[in-house]
Antibody
Framework: QVQLQQSGPGLVKPSQTLSLTCVIS??????????WNWIRQSPSRGFEWLGR?????????DYAVSVKSRITIVPDTSKNQFSLYLNSVTPEDTAVYYC????????????WGPGTLVTVSS | DVVMTQSPLSLPVTLGQPASISCRSS???????????LTWFQQRPGQSPRRLIY???NRDSGVPDRFSGSGSGTDFTLTISRVEAEDVGVYYC??????????FGQGTKLEIK
């Protein structure tokens, strides 16, 4: 049974970098059939997929156009985790951030992490 | 991006009665591989989303059989045959056909009358 656990600060100052980590149990970040995603939810924008990483002989990354210039997802095989970095944040980046697995062949999210509320404020 | 439109946005239901939620996509969700990647999630207050249905009609393990999904192309429906108190929450549809730009509906809030 795959489980995801998130960690990271809940408060980030404007213009700084938001960083969150998702630790995986029950699967590996270097799985050659799953993908590992970051998604956020806010009252104003609903759910917004941010990006993903997956390993298929080499590491691959896809990012949403809306954040492409500011986002980096970094896998760490030694700790079986993946991290989100979002730079130059503004109050509009305030949201609950979730990590989620895309199971093989499903094109969906299952399971989700517990979520982290990140507030961007000085 | 593919726009997902749900209706209604608010759904008051009497316990034991059926409920249906509609989800329409701005483009066909039939993938070139023949699959239709339409998912339904339930989000209870204060919780992360829980997947109920994937690929239109496949129910996840542990999901009560009163939940069912149907539809094709651009029109999809989540049906609850007899609503129970634990079904209160917000329901979302999501498309994964036009990945990696996954997109979600606005959500339908189910409450007990």
């Amino acid at each position: 049974q795959v489980q995801l656990q998130q960690s990271g600060p809940g408060l980030v100052k404007p213009s700084q970098t938001l960083s969150l980590t998702c630790v995986i149990s029950g699967d590996t970040v270097s799985s050659n059939s799953a993908a590992w995603n970051w998604i956020r939810q806010s009252p104003s924008r609903g759910f917004e997929w941010l990006g993903r990483t997956y390993y298929r002989s080499t590491w691959n990354f896809d990012y949403a156009v809306s954040v492409k210039s500011r986002i980096t997802i970094v896998p760490d095989t030694s700790k079986n985790q993946f991290s989100l970095y979002l730079n130059s944040v503004t109050p509009e980046d305030t949201a609950v951030y979730y990590c989620a697995r895309d199971p093989p062949g499903d094109q969906t999210f299952y399971p989700w992490g517990p979520g982290t509320l990140v507030t961007v404020s000085s | 991006d593919v726009v997902m439109t749900q209706s209604p946005l608010s759904l008051p239901v009497t316990l034991g009665q059926p409920a249906s939620i509609s989800c329409r996509s701005s483009q066909s969700l039939i993938h070139s591989d023949g699959n239709t990647y339409l998912t339904w999630f339930q989000q209870r207050p204060g919780q992360s989303p829980r997947r109920l249905i994937y690929k239109v009609s496949n129910r996840d393990s542990g999901v009560p059989d009163r939940f069912s999904g149907s539809g094709s192309g651009t029109d999809f429906t989540l049906t609850i045959s007899r609503v129970e108190a634990e079904d209160v929450g917000v329901y979302y549809c999501m498309q994964g056909t036009h990945w990696p730009m996954y997109t979600f509906g606005q959500g339908t809030k189910l409450e007990i009358k």
